[in-house]
């Protein structure tokens, strides 16, 4: 199976962390240097609501898990763990050590009571922690057993019979999506395909592309249509929860799986609509969509800002052709002018967004143009400020430029292949591989190609002409030696002659390798050496404890490649030699601790550690002043950019 990427003091100030801040090219929305409004916001959101339980009334709430996946997404784009240990401080408020949830009951089957357990699944990812895994597998009950439509989409909640609401999409589909990736239901992303075609089928209006707001297959609801079974109309914020849901859950689908291309096709319809109602002026939504000039109909926070989400990471991610770059652009501009301000305190709010807008219950909500304009609007609403946050991290915190589109980075999984960890029952390939979250994985480094606009791929077999022609930058990491891997592969003059011929016509190739202790340095260097490479057996940073300073690289000015990055940490080096082709990139002491080399029309780069993995990127371990986070960043940049391979 192949895996894909997969993740504060009060002030209104950038974290030291901040890629902006550092100078590292990011969207026009918010030039490098100025206020970082989405991070204030997150660092007002932790003075106010140091965990969820500071939120009255404390609840399991799905929009705790909004701004949690808010958070998580500061994280990833960031590298600043503050935003890991909010979410699992929020979490664990709720989750105790034996997997119980309080104040979850599984029986009443409300489908929003399932979104938090992405957060649970991230926790479980990053922590290895088995209460998390229990908490998942209890929200995954819930699903098994969860009423459905005849034919077969989960109803929003029991005491909403046959409905279907676009809000519920986002709540249960995304968190199935990923346990299925990582328990190895595969049959589940069949499941999940249907019931986004179905409810596009069912709720689409053919005239406009737009979804109505829910979907009642018994056509009994006073609000439903007798014909169509469609509630009355489109109302904006159930539409972000739709495209954010799409866009979500294509994270985990199967690079093979055709209800992948199903649902983009869906997203494509889907963003075509959207952005032809989207307000020319502001490039914000109004809460009834298509009714802008209508009295009282008001521009609405939450839903632009999930629309803008949803358009800048589907293009990030190549579901969306980048000509709706625009739309993202104007739009998050109009939230910024319209919405995000500070309070008297200097805090960081979000104006706009209404508190909640729903169909049928006591007082029954009939879906007309009055009903949805009868809910209050309010300033700093969890949902508005979760779904800001996405939008922010994608358009304030990730790379403007995308040197990656079109292109696929491999990571190697044979010639580091060790045995899948069996861990309470998430079987995975470890140490270095883009799916772990752990401090094993590259995940982080996955990401920082994925916010360019690459597609990450993972190399099982052999390299050979054939699958390396499919791949722009290969990644070969601490290959295996006797004491990783009982049966290792290693690296022969056949792979050497592969590697090498797909270099030459283009290819670029990193080369990661560890201390003679821990890596099979005697065949990889067969490899090394066709480039003027050689990993020695001579190390050095050999860190105790915490003693971090040990590990220290300083990175002098005028790099070529870590242009803004002044000091990272690697641990347990081995020291390279280089001859021509390959000349030194980074030294210390007069020790070679990175290389690079220009070979035919492609490149190599060469380091003696695996440094960019979880433990020395993610922020939760080492010190802020080391900067391997955005060298992580600086690094993908410059290996997109390189090579002419076709």
């Known amino acids: ?142 699903l098994k057993n969860h009423p459905r439509t005849k034919e077969g989409s989960f109803w929003h909640k029991k005491v909403y019979p046959w409905q279907v609401w676009l809000d519920g999409l986002y709540m249960g589909q995304p968190f199935y999506a990923e346990y299925a990736m990582l328990f190895g239901e595969d049959s589940a992303f069949n499941d999940i395909t249907r019931q986004f075609a179905s409810i596009e089928r069912h709720a689409r209006d053919p005239k406009t592309g737009l979804l109505y707001h829910g979907y009642d297959e018994s056509k009994e609801q006073k609000w439903a249509n007798k014909q169509t079974g469609t509630s009355p109309l489109f109302w904006a914020r159930a539409l972000g929860w739709y495209g954010m849901a799409m866009v979500d859950a294509l994270d985990y689908f199967p690079a093979n799986h055709p209800g992948r291309d199903t649902i983009i096709a869906i997203l494509n319809r889907f963003t075509k609509a959207v952005t032809k109602v989207q307000d020319a002026k502001t490039g914000l939504w109004y809460d009834i969509v298509d009714m802008p000039s209508t009295p009282k109909n008001y521009l609405e926070a939450s839903a632009s800002s999930m ?5 800048a990471k589907g293009i990030r991610k190549g579901y969306l052709p980048a000509t709706y770059w625009a739309n993202a652009k104007k739009g998050y501009e109009g939230i910024l002018k319209t919405f995000v301000d500070k309070n008297a305190e200097g805090q960081v709010q979000l104006k706009g967004t209404v508190k909640v807008s729903g169909l049928g219950g006591n007082p029954y909500r009939d879906g007309s143009f009055a009903y949805y304009m009868s809910e209050p609007v309010i300033v700093n609403d969890w949902k508005g400020i979760g779904a800001y946050l996405l939008a922010g991290a994608e358009m304030e915190n990730l790379p403007a430029e995308m040197p990656g589109k079109g292109k696929t980075v491999t990571v190697d999984y044979y010639f580091n292949h060790e ?149 990272t940490y690697l641990k347990e080096i081995s020291i390279i030699e280089t001859k021509a082709p390959a000349k030194p990139l980074v030294k210390v002491d007069n020790d070679v601790i990175m290389a690079v080399a220009k070979y035919g029309k492609g490149a190599v780069f060469a380091v003696g550690d695996p440094w960019l993995y979880n433990e020395y990127t993610d922020g939760r371990k080492i010190p802020a002043e080391y900067e391997n986070a955005k060298a992580a960043y600086e690094l993908a940049k410059w290996l997109l950019q390189q090579g002419t391979r076709k």
């Open 1 to 142: 199976m192949k895996f894909s990427r997969a993740l504060i003091a009060i002030c209104t100030t950038v974290s030291l962390n901040t890629f902006a801040q550092q100078g590292i090219s990011m969207p026009g929305v918010v030039p490098a240097g100025k206020e970082n409004w989405s991070q204030g916001m997150a660092a007002s959101v932790m003075s106010w609501w140091n965990d969820s339980l500071a939120k009255k009334p404390a609840k399991w709430s799905y929009d705790m898990g909004v701004v949690c996946k808010g958070m998580e997404a500061l994280w990833y784009a960031t590298g600043d763990a503050s935003y890991f240990k909010y979410i699992q401080k929020s979490i664990d408020a709720w989750v105790d050590e034996d997997g119980n949830i309080r104040g979850y009951e599984p029986d009443e089957f409300n489908i929003d009571h399932v979104n938090n357990g992405k957060n649970v699944l991230l926790l479980y990812r990053v922590t290895e922690k088995a209460k998390y895994k229990k908490a998942a597998d209890l929200l995954r009950s819930q």
């Open 307 to 311: 629309l803008v989400y949803t358009i």
């Open 419 to 567: 045995d899948k960890k069996n861990l309470n029952g998430f079987q995975y390939p470890t140490h270095y591989t883009w799916n772990e979250m752990s401090y094993n994985g590259f995940s982080f480094l996955g990401g920082a190609f994925s916010s360019y606009g690459a597609t990450l791929n993972t190399l099982e077999a052999a390299p050979t002409a054939g699958n390396l022609a499919k791949t722009d930058v290969y990644i070969i990491a601490d290959p295996d030696n006797l004491h990783d891997n009982k049966n290792p592969n290693y690296v022969d003059e056949t792979h050497v002659k592969a590697i090498s011929a797909w270099v030459q016509k283009g290819g670029v190739l990193v080369l990661m390798a560890n201390d003679s202790v821990n890596c099979d340095l005697a065949h990889f260097n067969k490899l090394a050496n066709a480039f003027g490479i050689n990993f020695s057996n001579r190390g050095r940073n050999f860190v105790q404890g915490n003693q971090y300073e040990t590990g220290a690289v300083p990175i002098q000015p005028g790099n070529e490649i870590f242009k803004q990055t002044k000091k």
